[in-house]
């Protein structure tokens, strides 16, 4: 398994950017799949987004599609999450997770391994 940690988390206002950062260790990085997830409070953990191991491959949940893009850089071992025209309901703490192979459609947390410890984004209006 890998482990991540992600950074880049912040305070931002409405229609603003982050990128969120997601560093693997392990010598395998580029055979997982990663994902994000986000967790609002009092909210379920929801899928995001996420990318197959070349990076040929990418979904989006509709909440963000068009806004977010994900992308990976398997020499840096490393996966981000680029977030635009952000807005409040993105509040939340966001995850990075991994799966190992794959390259289907994988929305559900079941589906991952390994999970960073999360980034607070907070979204101002």
């Known amino acids: 398994q890998v482990q991540l940690v992600e950074s880049g988390g912040g305070l931002v206002q409405a229609g603003g950017s982050l990128r969120l950062s997601c560093a693997a260790s392990g010598r395998t990085f580029s055979s997982y799949t990663m994902g994000w997830f986000r967790q609002a409070p009092g909210k379920e953990r929801e899928f995001v987004a996420h990318?197959?191991?070349?990076?040929?491959?990418?979904y989006y949940a509709d909440s963000v599609k068009g806004r977010f893009t994900i992308s990976r850089d398997n020499a840096k071992n490393t996966a981000y999450l680029e977030m635009n025209s952000l807005k409040p309901e993105d509040t939340a703490v966001y995850y990075c997770?991994?799966?190992?192979?794959?390259?289907?459609?994988?929305?559900?947390?079941?589906?991952?391994?390994?999970w960073g410890q999360g980034t607070q984004v907070t979204v101002s209006s």
């Open positions: 997770a991994a799966r190992y192979l794959g390259s289907n459609y994988y929305p559900n947390s079941a589906d991952y391994v390994s």
């Open positions: 990318i197959n191991w070349s990076g040929g491959i990418t």
